[in-house]
């Protein structure tokens, strides 16, 4: 009888543990669905495909659905995350997605491999990528990289320091380039001697990290900054694709498209005058960040996008050309460069951003001329 | 009548089958007094204990850049950065996620996203216990099927997931029969299932080609057809060999939905965590840490589901097979 009690306990724990199991499954599937039940039938179901885990870097997106204006032109929009290999170009080419956001030199990449694609509004005027090195070293500007070792995250993220290496008449074989992780422990150790950094990420983790010397955080002083954004090397970053072929014969996604716009304009603007609501509603939204990194991230991406004098979103040309120049001049430690000819025409076109912006009128602030940046104090671990 | 002395006799076989040249008295084994259960979890305990005490010795005794040969880092440096103390770890685990209102506990959060994973590895789990049985019921029944299938099955271990991950995610996206819609979860429960199924159907085809020809002879004599040998003789004699396979597979499962999970970024999982905490290192060094236990034991409770499993069929286990 002792054998079958607990035989009987076994199969018990098993059916518990296959239960729990099974409710585990259920409850992903009710996260997964909330949302859809509120879109009535009218709505126009859209995908926009981040190029990256949700953060403040996408506050815009994420207020335009909590703050319900994208319904309000008529679309259900669902943000999709990505992940370590979702490439959000190639998602949007194989029609999985209606929109995507990414960086311009990839995309152009993309594009003479054979995708089809448009940037329909260059959200970010300018660009977020930093080297950093520390203070008392003598790295300064891209022409002391020579002979150093330069991080970078590669997967397309790299360009800009090889163009602008380019213009400063370096190439890739003069510097030792070294592969970033996620966070800049490499550069705290000593493994790298200018790190990569955005901004609104990287460069804030340096700034919550104690400094194991005095305890202290790391402030600014210990660092040396240099700007792409202040180099020839910079090009555009966050921009929003859409599908070529679609624009081109499908009149309902060129209707889809304006609306789509007209409310990621409106999310915009709210990140940019509530940095702290957009920030709580993006860790709502599944940011793992902590409360001070989050606003810290929505600020920083505020200034990339603010103030837009020829309205959020539009293409400036001369920007578009710089990036296609540096694209072009850009060579890699293994010799390979994101683009060896021009893109074509159906590449860009500011249509479908100037048609948001005069349908929103005087209703939207869409060029933001006084915006003023907030200023946030960073906690350590970016609590 | 003649019916349950054909079962009692084709079960006799199988255990035989199952047991070659017979295993120790049962009993014997079974009637594991208290101690000796008690010492199995001291000891287990202790091979904890120790790992701790070695990385804390390591961290204090050696080197804080580590130990270099050349250029060549063999040993890791032992900063805090690096290595975190192991009671920060610990300490950490008991504090919020975030300062922000409403944050879990970390070790909270760290439960309900293995229990999601779990769940996912599981579904996934379950559909290569299908696949990876039902191939094997296959490749048994026909030559012909295990000359043609083995070398495929094989070969499909060695797709890169890197590769495979979005392509299965893109399939997904535009799955959409009727009602049924695919969700992104379902997409890395197929990873997982697809590094399940391998073990499964490998050692599922040993266990069911395990009977000696002597026993499936005597089946034959007995006029058992073949589903009759399926279910009396080679199911029981696959036990030793599947359980192991199973246990495999559900690490497998595991490992694949944890992959996956960062592959593609799905929400909820141990695998998100994995890396958004990756990128907090810098400033939140213990955290980073968290996601990794997390994973361990999640592995540890995979693969203790599949020894209860065991419980309920030992009768047919007397010898394991290692797949």
Redesign the interface.
């Known amino acids: 009888m002792k054998h079958s009690t607990r035989r009987g306990l076994a199969a018990g724990a098993f059916a518990l543990s296959a239960a729990l199991v099974l409710a585990a499954c259920s409850s992903s599937d009710d996260s997964g669905d909330t949302g859809s039940d509120a879109g009535g039938d009218e709505l126009t179901e859209v995908k926009l495909q981040l190029q990256w885990l949700p953060q403040g870097q996408f506050a815009g997106y994420f207020a335009a659905v909590e703050n319900g204006y994208f319904e309000e032109e008529g679309l259900e929009v669902e943000i999709i995350p990505s992940g370590g290999d979702i490439v959000p170009q190639d998602a949007l080419a194989n029609g999985d997605v209606d929109y995507a956001i990414a960086w311009v030199p990839k995309v152009l990449g993309s594009i003479e491999a054979g995708a089809n694609l448009t940037n329909i509004a260059q959200i970010f005027q300018r660009s977020g990528t930093l080297q950093v090195s520390w203070a008392d070293s003598d790295i300064s500007s891209v022409a002391d990289f020579e002979g150093k070792k330069i991080g970078s995250w590669g997967f397309g993220n790299e360009w800009e320091i090889f163009a602008a290496m380019a213009a400063e008449g370096l190439d890739s074989s003069t510097v030792e380039i070294i592969t970033q992780d996620f966070n800049m422990n490499a550069f705290l150790q000593g493994d790298i001697d200018a790190a990569q950094a955005m901004t609104y990420n990287e460069y804030a983790q340096l700034l919550e990290t104690p400094n194991p010397d005095t305890g202290e955080l790391y402030t600014a002083d210990d660092f040396n900054v240099i700007s792409y954004q202040d180099t020839v090397g910079a090009m555009l970053q966050d921009a929003i694709w859409a599908d070529t072929e679609r624009l081109e014969s499908d009149v309902e996604y060129q209707e889809t498209t304006v609306a789509f716009l007209k409310a990621v304009i409106k999310g915009w603007e709210f990140a940019r005058d509530n940095p702290e609501e957009a920030s709580s509603i993006t860790i709502a939204a599944g940011s793992g960040w902590g409360p001070s990194h989050e606003l810290w991230m929505v600020n920083e991406t505020n200034k990339l996008i603010w103030p837009a004098p020829a309205g959020i979103g539009v293409i400036d040309e001369a920007a578009w050309d710089q990036t296609v120049e540096g694209a072009l001049s850009a060579v890699n430690e293994v010799g390979a460069s994101p683009i060896t000819t021009e893109p074509p025409s159906t590449a860009w076109t500011n249509e479908y951003i100037e048609q948001a912006i005069a349908e929103l009128g005087d209703e939207v602030d869409t060029t933001g001329d006084s915006f003023e940046p907030i200023e946030v104090e960073l906690l350590e671990g970016g609590n | 009548m003649t019916g349950t002395l054909q079962e009692q006799q084709a079960t006799d076989a199988a255990q035989a089958a199952a047991v070659p040249g017979r295993a120790p008295a049962p009993g014997g084994r079974?009637r594991r007094s208290g101690g000796r259960q008690a010492a199995r979890w001291v000891w287990g305990v202790a091979g904890i204990l120790l790992v701790a005490v070695v990385w804390e010795l390591y961290k204090w005794l050696a080197p804080a850049d580590g130990v270099l040969i050349g250029e060549t880092r063999v040993l890791p440096?032992t900063?805090?950065?690096?290595m975190p103390h192991v009671w920060d770890m610990l300490a950490r685990l008991g504090e919020p996620?975030?300062?922000?209102p409403g944050a879990n506990v970390l070790w909270l959060e760290i439960a309900l996203a293995a229990?999601?994973t779990?769940?996912?590895a599981?579904?996934g789990w379950l559909v290569g216990v299908i696949v990876g049985i039902g191939l094997a019921l296959v490749m048994q029944r026909w030559r012909l099927a295990e000359w043609g299938l083995l070398p495929w099955i094989i070969v499909s271990q060695t797709v890169p997931l890197?590769a495979f991950?979005?392509v299965v995610?893109?399939w997904g996206?535009?799955v959409e029969i009727g009602a049924f819609e695919w969700?992104?979860?379902m997409s890395v429960a197929l990873i997982a299932s697809y590094l399940a199924f391998f073990p499964i159907a490998v050692g599922a085809l040993k266990g069911l080609q395990s009977p000696d020809r002597i026993h499936t002879e005597l089946m034959k004599t007995y006029a058992a057809g073949y589903w009759q040998t399926l279910f009396r003789l080679r199911f029981p004699a696959a036990v030793p060999y599947l359980l192991p396979a199973l246990r495999l597979g559900a690490a497998n499962a595991v490992i694949g939905a944890v992959v996956a999970?960062?592959?593609?970024?799905?929400?909820?999982g141990i695998g998100?965590?994995l890396?958004?905490?990756?990128?907090?290192?810098?400033?939140?060094?213990a955290?980073?840490w968290a996601p990794i236990f997390g994973a361990i034991v999640l592995g540890l409770?995979a693969a203790g589901?599949i020894a209860?499993?065991g419980?309920?069929l030992?009768n047919y286990r007397r010898v394991e097979v290692t797949a």
């Open positions: 079974r440096r900063t805090d950065l690096a996620v975030t300062r922000a229990l999601v779990l769940g996912i599981a579904a890197i991950a979005p995610r893109s996206s535009r969700q992104d979860w999970e960062v592959s593609t970024g799905l929400q909820g998100r965590l890396i958004q905490f990756a990128g907090q290192a810098s400033g939140d060094p955290k980073a409770v589901s209860l499993l419980v309920i030992k």
